[in-house]
């Protein structure tokens, strides 16, 4: 569903994350949601900006449930150092928003509690995504670099494969805090994620590499 555009790029957010924002909403949640939301979107507006500025065509951002993804004509995979520009800038935008935050706070304009959820919000996002497992910005990263070595097929299994094992950990984690009666659904429904995107890249990068080869050849 689209409910927007920044710098010419349509914003669209899943229809499941508007039901969740909603409920959030009505469960008197909806500061948190919002500025949960806020920090999303700044992440993913840093990629399309740098995206722009290697003169790619981006076509959309998509907000997901656990995170959002801009989809971008141009086939930047097949450029590592394009990929890396792009992959870092997410994270790097939430660091520069956390650091930025720490600032305002030492200089006494916001006070920051052991709750906070702005800076909470920038640091687990930040931190997650610079794991090195595709589809986060890391395993990109990691994907960038073997793809010198290995070869961009080689390199999308390897990252995509990280994948798989932070998904297959986060689900063991759920089901470790099952048996502490500890009931938390979004180990599973983001392992679920982490898989399915996981297997997504990997057929996906026949179809880039196929594509180059046909561009190649006109």
């Known amino acids: 569903m689209r409910i927007g ?3 010419d790029v349509d914003v669209n957010i899943s229809i499941i994350l508007v039901v969740l924002i909603a409920v ?3 469960l008197g949640s909806g500061v948190e949601i919002a500025t949960i939301f806020f920090v999303f979107l700044i992440h993913e507006t840093a990629h399309v900006l740098v995206a722009k500025a290697l003169k790619m065509k981006v076509c959309e951002i998509e907000l997901l449930p656990f995170g959002g993804a801009v989809r971008i004509e141009s086939v930047f995979e097949l450029n590592p150092i394009n990929e890396i520009y792009i992959a870092i800038a997410g994270p790097g935008a939430n660091i520069i928003l956390l650091l930025g935050y720490s600032a305002l706070h030492n200089m006494g304009f916001v006070t920051i509690s052991d ?6 919000a920038n640091l687990i996002l930040a931190g997650f995504n610079l794991l090195p497992a595709l589809p986060l910005d890391g395993g990109r990263v990691l994907r960038a670099i073997l793809s010198r070595e290995i070869g961009m097929k080689k390199a999308t299994n390897v990252a995509a494969y990280g994948g798989l094992v932070l998904a297959l950990f986060l689900a063991m984690t759920g089901i470790y805090a099952l048996y502490l009666s500890i009931i938390n659904l979004n180990f599973f429904l983001l392992s679920g994620f982490l898989a399915y995107s996981a ?4 057929r996906t990068i ?3 590499l196929m594509r ?3 561009f190649k050849r006109d």
């Open 206 to 208: 026949s179809y880039i």
């Open 24 to 26: 959030a909403i009505l």
């Open 212 to 214: 180059d080869i046909t």
């Open 5 to 7: 555009s920044i710098f």
């Open 115 to 120: 709750n906070d959820i702005f800076a909470k």
């Open 199 to 202: 297997f997504k890249e990997k």
